[in-house]
C-alpha cells in the first residue's frame, strides 16, 4: 500500500462495499490501491464533490463532453422539468413532436446535405447506426478506421478500436482494418471498392488529441469519393463547441457523408445520441423504416434536452467564451510547460480540446493521481498514456481558469514527486501491460 487511508463515512463505506460486491470489484480495487475512492455525491457547475463532502474535484475531463455545460444546468434542468409535465419517452413506432424538431435543427446547424438524424442512446449505438447505414448504402462491408481511436464498446463501434477492447472478447473480424493516424499514404494503399467507410474522429481523444495534420481530413474524403466509400466524423467528443467552432470539421474545410453526435448532447441530463447523415442515406430505411428500432434512442425528454444544449453551444457569444478560455489556458499552460520542462512535455489545443503531452508513458496515470490529491479530474488518455486529456466544462470563467491553473502547478510537483518512487512506476508499468 503507498497511500495511507481516511476513514470514511458510513455512507460512503456502504456504497463502496456495494459498488465492489455487485458492480465491480476491479475499479474499486484500482481505485482503493491509488486512495482514490472518490464517491459521487453533490455536483454543480464544474464541481463535483464526495458523498460525504469531504473532498471536491474540479472536472477537467467533463466525461469526454458529456458535462461540457457543467454539472447540473439549470437551463437545461428547467427544460427538462418543464418537459415532465407533459412528456415521457414517447413510442419510437409513431411520429414525434420533439424529435422531429431536433431533427431540424440539426440539419439547420449542419452544412450541406447533412439533413436527416437517427437517433440514439449512446455513442456506441450511433456509430453502429452509422456503420450499419454505410454497409446497407455501399452494399460493402469493409471499414477503415485509426489506431488509436475509440468509437465505443458496443457490437460494431467496438470492432474499429483497438484489439485490447476486442481480442478478450474474441470479437476480431477481418472486415475491420485499422490504419496510423495521419498517414494518408497508408489509406491509399489499403482503400478499395470493398471499403463502405472510413471512420475517424475528428481529434482523436482517446489518442490523445493529436491534430489532425492540414489537408488530412480533406484528402480522406476525396479518396472515400473516388472510391464510393462513405466518410464518417466522430464528433462524440469534439462536437457542441469543444473546438471553439460548433462542429471541429468546420475547421478543416471538409463535409463528411455522416457525423456522429453523443455525450453532451445529453445536457449531461438525459441520454440520447444522433447519426446525422447526408440525406442521399436515408434511402436506406425508406422501403422499410421499421429494420432498425431504437426503443429509447430520441426519447422525447431527451430531445427537449437536445435542443436546449444546440441553442445553447451554437451561441456566438458561448463559442466567442470558448476561444477566449482556449487563449487564457494557452498562456497559463505555457508558462507551466517552462516551469515543468522535465515533466510536461507539449499542448495539442483546439479550442478546449487539449492535450497535456508528458514525458512518458508512466507519466499520465501519475498525473492523473497527482491532480486528483489537488482535487482537479483528469484522465489520462488511454490509448497514449503520456498525454492527459484537459477538457474542461466551456461554461467556467476566467476565475476557473486562474485556479486550475494554481491546482495544476502543485499537481506538476506532486507528479514529478511520486515519478520518483519505483514502486509507483512498477504497479503503473504492471497496470498498463
Ligand atoms: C469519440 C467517441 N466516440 C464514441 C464513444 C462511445 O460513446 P458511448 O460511451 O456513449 O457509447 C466515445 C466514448 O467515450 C468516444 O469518446
Known amino acids: 500500500m503507498f497511500f495511507s487511508k481516511k476513514k470514511l463515512s458510513k455512507e ?14 476491479g475499479k474499486v480495487d484500482f481505485y482503493q490501491k491509488y ?5 459521487m455525491g453533490f455536483r454543480e457547475g464544474p464541481w463535483l464533490f464526495d458523498i460525504d463532502g469531504k473532498k471536491k474535484l474540479f472536472n477537467l475531463h467533463s466525461n469526454g463532453g458529456v458535462f461540457n455545460l457543467g454539472h ?12 415532465l409535465n407533459f412528456y415521457d419517452i414517447g413510442n419510437h413506432h409513431l411520429l414525434s413532436k420533439p424529435r ?3 431533427a431540424n435543427m440539426i440539419s439547420d446547424l449542419m452544412p450541406g446535405d447533412l439533413d436527416y438524424t437517427i437517433f440514439g442512446v449512446s455513442g456506441g449505438e450511433a456509430i453502429d447506426t452509422a456503420l450499419k447505414i454505410a454497409r446497407g448504402y455501399t452494399q460493402r462491408k469493409k471499414i477503415i478506421s485509426v489506431e488509436g481511436g475509440y468509437h465505443g464498446h458496443t457490437g460494431l463501434s467496438v470492432q474499429t478500436g483497438n484489439a485490447k477492447y ?30 463502405a467507410a472510413v471512420i475517424v474522429e475528428t481529434i482523436p481523444a482517446t489518442l490523445g488529441m493529436p491534430l489532425p495534420q492540414e489537408n488530412y481530413l480533406k484528402e480522406i474524403k476525396e479518396l472515400c469519393e473516388k472510391k464510393g466509400a462513405l466518410l464518417i466524423l466522430d464528433e462524440v467528443q469534439t462536437g457542441l463547441g469543444r473546438t471553439g467552432k460548433l462542429w471541429a470539421f468546420e475547421h478543416f474545410d471538409v463535409v463528411p457523408d455522416m457525423v456522429v453526435l453523443a455525450k453532451g448532447l445529453s445536457g449531461g441530463i438525459y441520454p440520447i445520441s444522433a447519426t446525422v447523415i447526408h440525406k442521399k442515406l436515408e434511402s436506406v430505411f425508406h422501403k422499410d423504416p421499421f429494420i432498425h428500432i431504437s426503443t429509447s434512442g430520441g426519447a422525447e425528454l431527451g430531445s427537449l434536452v437536445a435542443l436546449k444544449v444546440l441553442e445553447i453551444s451554437s451561441d456566438k457569444e458561448f463559442l466567442q467564451n470558448v476561444n477566449h478560455l482556449s487563449e487564457e489556458f494557452r498562456e497559463g499552460l505555457e508558462k507551466l510547460q517552462q516551469k515543468h520542462n522535465g515533466y510536461f512535455k507539449g499542448i495539442r489545443r483546439l479550442g478546449l480540446m487539449i492535450g497535456l503531452e508528458l514525458k512518458d508513458e508512466l507519466a499520465g496515470p501519475i498525473m492523473t493521481k497527482a491532480a486528483f490529491d489537488n482535487d482537479l479530474l483528469i484522465v489520462y488518455a488511454n490509448n497514449d498514456t503520456s498525454v492527459v486529456q484537459f477538457l474542461p466544462p466551456l461554461i467556467i470563467g476566467e476565475k476557473d481558469v486562474k485556479y486550475v491553473l494554481k491546482q495544476l502547478d502543485k499537481s506538476f510537483k506532486r507528479a514529478a514527486f511520486l515519478y520518483k518512487t519505483l514502486q509507483i512506476r512498477e504497479a503503473i508499468k504492471s497496470f498498463l501491460n
Not at 460512503?12 to 470489484?25: L, P, W
Not at 486512495?35 to 464517491?39: A, G, T
Not at 439549470?74 to 418537459?83: A, L, M, S, T
Open 35 to 39: 486512495n482514490m475512492d472518490f464517491v
Open 72 to 83: 447540473r444546468n439549470k437551463e437545461v434542468i428547467k427544460v427538462f422539468k418543464e418537459g
Open 166 to 195: 476486442k481480442a478478450p472478447f474474441l470479437l476480431d473480424s477481418p472486415d475491420f482494418i485499422q490504419i496510423p493516424y495521419n498517414d494518408i499514404e497508408a489509406l491509399k494503399e489499403i482503400l478499395d471498392n470493398e471499403v
Open 100 to 102: 422531429a424538431d431536433l
Open 12 to 25: 460512503k463505506k456502504i456504497s463502496i462495499e456495494n459498488f465492489k460486491e455487485h458492480v465491480s470489484s
